[in-house]
């Protein structure tokens, strides 16, 4: 069985315990983090949301099949009011079926699902139709039934949306949910309207204008709902290819029962033949949309719920592969450990066979050990390894929350009185719906706004005007609550409004929140000034490492390195570093295994030579944390220096090794060297050393206890002091005693302790005798406190001040920081001269009080130069006293903290720049929403005026709608379309079609477009071109940049002025040693111009000019896309404002189209 583990046992003889440990320990968490996270989140993502498709799959079938009866019990209806009396029986069973389907489903209605719709409006609209049916014209009668199947489709997509059915990210799931709820319902409503005007048509036998109209529009809902239809069916048998076949075969049945329609409709309702009976009608067309809706029970929906089903087959497998793979790392964790405990085994057997041989009196037996741990080191007789186990169990949980927010809504009347109120805003005004409806807005204001405030709010809306704005609100009970406030009118026939809807959103958390981020904006601007200050007056030296390359560093580092400014330190480690380590491993190569060694586990301590600004190299400890950052590797770097420490090392490892070849021959060592018994304490043997500084002889010894020459101890405490040993708890003791000579007289001695088993247990001990070295240690210490002292203060430029004579010393920094020459004899006037007025009472003060105080100080100020030049620099001083407390010397550094403050205002104007983006990014996206409101708005209210009077205005009338649809969705268009410009330029996505173009002709044709606006205007406009105006570029996109260029320019110009296009050639440099032949083009108006501060930033994104953009209307996109234009053309793009008022803008691009493919040739040749 030993055999098996023979692998596992010389791998980790090759590695320290440490690592083994580690290793295990890795593959272990790897494994159960690896199995918590895969079960949790296949558990929650997968299984999870998809039985919440499967119930709303549920949900909305129920529904669809509501709709089914619900368009039958419509056909019904229309023919029951013809005058064809052929199924009535047929009405009453359908109205049954209908209404028990109704209520079924408005029965088992989730309860969670958000209320969008108004299910009590929902059943008065059924018994309306149900009640009022023989009351109503047969148009009367259609609209509600459609509105009612309207609201159920409505329904249906709610369900859809609340059981995250349209959020499906899988395409082939995706497409099935989309053509159950959304496509194929669309078309088979489309026919069901059909089904109901024909058999009307056909009960009648009449066909009027208005069923005519109706009758084309429902034909062209048809063909463009069929249309859609085949294309989701194509994509389901793209991601579904086993249903290739069959969905090809029904589709084909679908397609037949359209033709039927179409073909009745064309040539006998038409025609007015009117051939087909109404029941005949109903049953054929009935046939053929119940074959749809098979389509849908049979086929689709089975079809999902067999993917949906897969998916959680799929969730399952995959969590039990995840188990597998847990326990097959688990199995190769125990075996490397098994393998583990058989590799110790065998070196305690190496171990016990060396110690037995040294009991047989063969001391050249040696412990032969394969590996290469911590084991080797037991011959050595160091002390005990240590292991050190760190475990760290992450998890990690996603809560994910969704939270929907709903609007407040009510409608007021021009009075101002509320006559429908939501539940929101019952709930959040705590009036319920009877004292809110009749009453007026007064009952929830709040006296927060003033009158001018309300007054500017109804002038804006009395004028058919949007009014957007926050206001402070009061509740019932008296509590405030904000909420953002969008006003819109509704106007009548002469364009005065007849109802105000308000629209709102609870932003009082939103309002608390910014209260209490001004306040965390306030306590983290002091963490950051308490954290810098703790940076710089570190004992330590301190560097900040990005990416291997210091980016920061404090004063004590810069002292260390032996550098005048931190400037000197801002490079790569190595770059500071000697070639080789005196391990003998290059630079280059360890530093980055210390580095990774640190990322990987949080922290890590080494020992490092640097090389100083003068070449001399020095020792530090280097202890390295990580700190966090998703994008970078950031380091932070602790240094003490342990030159002096080194030294000693290497003074005492030459120590060691006199020591060890003085043990060879052990007669002749000048060290104490003992063998004693354990129990007795009884000197064994004693050597020359020994004898000679006790004084006795080998006799005397030989009858002496180890305690007798320690008067410190007894027996009973000596054998107390070496239990460790005897115990194995340590493997040597090493301390400091006292022994006598035979004379009486004691010395102070080192004492190295160990315990041998030989053919009994003996105690070793090597003595040191350490009288010179406890006097060399205390004037190391001494020297220690003197350096120490000096890193405390010695900050770059360092000065002190003798208060009895009041003389003052300054360093060479000093004198460089205040800009005086050598010979000037520095005093405390000069220097408190150097402080402006302002600031030079407070310093002073400071000072002062640290004397008075005893405590050190610490101030920045400023200081001026004799050529006005204004310095920052940060003191630090503290006050040495004598016995009585009167102050004898004063002594600090001052340090040039010029470029920092530099620093600290360009973020402070960085910070402005951004905010000032942000502010723009907002009145973008508020003007962009109105922009793009008010063309929809145009496209409902024509649409809804166009549907309500269909039947009742003439084709001019109605033909007058669809114009002004066209024209708002054509304007919705364009401002889609500079959306999509500008996100293709900038994703580097667009790409231009480079054609010879007549630039002059492209500029004409510009014109020829704004020739009514400039006609308008009785604008004239001039072109002056020089030169050849022929060019290679993209010749639509540069239409697009001279249009834009035109637009503006008879935007801002006053009537009966001029505007000037210029074109001419330029040369054009697109590098230092790139120069190639360019066209400028340049147009010029006579408009307010555009203020100098803001002449590059107007081609920002969301940026229009602060003196146009009040009127000017626009997303401000145009000038950016212009400018992402000529960019792609290797171009450049710029303003001015003309002397003569207005403003001037101007391109530059190249000739020629393939400058980009010379540049890279260019480089190339370089």
Known sequence: MKGIFTPAIYLLNKVSYSSKVSIIVFIVLSTVGLLAFDLYNQMKKVVIETETEIEGIKQVDGVNKLIQLAQQYRGLSAAVHSKDNSMPDLYQKKLQETELAFYKVINNLNPAMPLKTDYSNL??????????????????????????????????????????????????SYFLIDNIVNTTPNLIESMGQIRAVVVGVLGNKHLSESQKSKLIVLKHLVNRDFVELKFNVVKIAKYSPQLAKFIDREFNKIERAKGDF???????????????????????????????????????????????????????????????????????????????????????????KTVNAFSEGDFNARIKLKTRDEMRNISLSVSGMADKVVKSQ?????????????AIVSISDVRGDIIYANEKLQQISQYSFDELIGGNHQILKSNTHSDAFFKDMWRTIARGATWHGEIQNKAKDGSLYWVASTIVPTLNAQGNPEQYIAIRTDITKIKQLEARQKEANQILSSEKERFETLFEKSG????????????????????????????????????????????????????????????????????WVYKKKDNSTFWVDVLLTSLDSKDNQIVLAAWRDISLQKQLEKENKQALLKSEFMGRVLENSLNEIYIFDVETLLFINVNYGARHNLGYTKDELGMMTAFDIKPEYTEQTMKQAFEPLILGVEKKLEFNTIHQRKNGSTYPVEVHLQLFHEEKPVFVAIILDTTERIAKEERLHKSENDLNKAQRTAHLGSWSCDLVSNTLVWSEEMYRIFEFSSDVIPNYDCFMNAIPAEEREYVKQVYLESIKSGKPYSVEHRVVMKNGQIKYVHEQGETDYDEDGKPLRSFGSVLDISDRKKQE????????????????????????????????????????????????ENKSKNLKYFDRINVSGERLLVLLNDLLDLSKLEAGKMVFNYVEVDLQKRVENCIAEQQVRLKDLNLTVSVNSTGCSNISCDGIRMEQVITNFLSNAIKFSPEDSDIKIEIKPQSLSLRDDLVVEGLQLSVADNGVGIPADELEIVFEKFIQSSKTKTNAGGTGLGLSICNEIIKGHQGELWAENSENGGAVFYFLIPVEGNVSVKCREKELEN
């Open 123 to 172: 059943s008065d609209l059924w018994q309306k139709i149900k009640n009022e049916h023989a009351n109503s014209t047969v148009e009367e009668d259609f609209l509600e039934h459609t509105y009612f199947i309207q609201q159920l489709q409505l329904l249906a997509k709610l369900m859809s949306e609340h059981y995250r059915l349209i959020t499906d990210n899988e395409l082939t």
């Open 262 to 352: 179409i073909y009745v409709i064309d040539h006998d309702i038409f025609t007015q033949n009117f051939k087909v009976s109404p029941k005949k009608a109903f049953r054929d067309f009935t046939g053929n949309i119940d074959q749809i809706y098979n389509f849908v029970y049979q086929t689709l929906t089975p079809t999902l719920h067999e993917y949906l089903q897969q998916r959680i087959d799929n969730a399952v497998l995959s969590i039990r592969l995840t188990l597998g793979i847990a326990a097959l790392f688990l199995f190769i964790a125990f075996y490397l450990l098994f393998a583990m405990f058989l590799a110790l085994l065998s070196n305690i057997y190496h171990i016990n």
């Open 394 to 406: 992450k998890q990690l949980i996603n809560l994910q929350e969704a939270v929907d927010q709903h």
């Open 540 to 607: 330590n030296g301190l560097v900040i490492i990005e990416n291997g390359q210091f980016i920061e560093c404090n004063e004590e580092a810069v002292r260390l390195m032996g550098y005048a400014s931190k400037a000197g330190l801002m490079r790569s480690p190595l770059e500071l570093s000697p070639e080789y380590q005196p391990d003998g491993q290059l630079s280059i190569a360890k530093s980055p295994k210390m580095i990774d060694r640190c990322l990987q586990d949080g922290s890590y301590n080494f020992e």
């Open 905 to 952: 205002f360009r973020l402070i104007e960085l910070k402005e720049q951004a905010d000032a983006a942000s502010r723009s990014k907002s009145e973008f996206l508020a003007n962009m929403s109105h922009e793009l409101r008010t063309p929809m708005h145009g496209i409902l209210s024509f649409a809804r005026f166009g549907i309500k009077n269909i039947d009742k």
